[in-house]
Antibody, heavy 121, light 107 residues
């Protein structure tokens, strides 16, 4: 059974840092890209960042570029998101998501349940 | 960067109605467009991948179409369990993936 379990969320002040983690199981982790997607309370889905299978390529939304860093450890089957210089507007549920790279089935095909990050002064 | 524009943002419908949601990309994304369904308090669920392919286990009343910049999700006969929010998502790049703004389907 495919599972993605996020952790690391919490309540922080503006300007603080946090590292989110996601542990994968039930599939060949290094056969997939991975993404972080967030959802602010009552709002829509916002793509945050993605990483390819070996960490050699990454992408970031404009809203987080320069403040957030995505990484992965294939030996530990883990995905990370280092979030620095947090802002109130970064408050959201952060989902870890699996990215299929098959040519005919590309994109996010499985989601974790999310970890909540609250930034408040 | 690719931008996705989804419409409408919400719609009212009844059980049995045919419902269509559209999504437009700011540049051609070929067939690389996925659709997701999200219910309150739950993670999104993949419905359609590569514009028109039904994910395993998804009812056949869901269908997708389009290529290039214009795409659509159609529910042929709305069922009670289909009241939810739907999102389109560009999978053109595996390291960039903007979402549409979402469409809430309600009674």
């Amino acid at each position: 059974e495919v599972q993605l379990v996020e952790s690391g969320g919490g309540v922080l002040r503006p300007g603080e840092s946090l590292r989110l983690s996601c542990v994968a199981s039930g599939f060949t982790f290094d056969g997939y890209g991975m993404s972080w997607v967030r959802q602010a309370p009552g709002k829509g889905l916002e793509w945050v960042s993605s990483i390819n299978w070996n960490g050699g390529m990454t992408g970031y939304a404009d809203s987080v570029r320069g403040r957030f860093t995505i990484s992965r450890d294939n030996a530990r089957k883990s995905l990370y998101l280092q979030t620095d210089s947090l802002r109130v507007e970064d408050t959201a549920l952060y989902y870890c998501a699996r990215v299929s790279i098959e040519m005919n089935r590309r994109g996010i095909d499985f989601w974790g349940q999310g970890t909540l990050v609250t930034v408040s002064s | 960067d690719i931008q996705m524009t989804q419409s409408p943002s919400s719609l009212s419908a009844s059980v049995g109605d045919r419902v269509t949601i559209t999504c437009r990309a700011s540049q051609s994304i070929s067939k690389y467009l996925n659709w997701y369904q999200q219910k309150p308090g739950k993670a999104p669920k993949l419905l359609i991948y590569s514009s028109s392919n039904l994910e395993s286990g998804v009812p056949s009343r869901f269908s997708g179409s389009g290529s290039g910049t214009d795409f659509a999700l159609t529910i042929s006969s709305l069922q009670p369990e289909d009241f939810a929010t739907y999102y389109c998502h560009s999978s053109y790049s595996t390291v960039e993936g903007p979402f549409g703004q979402g469409t809430k389907v309600e009674v």
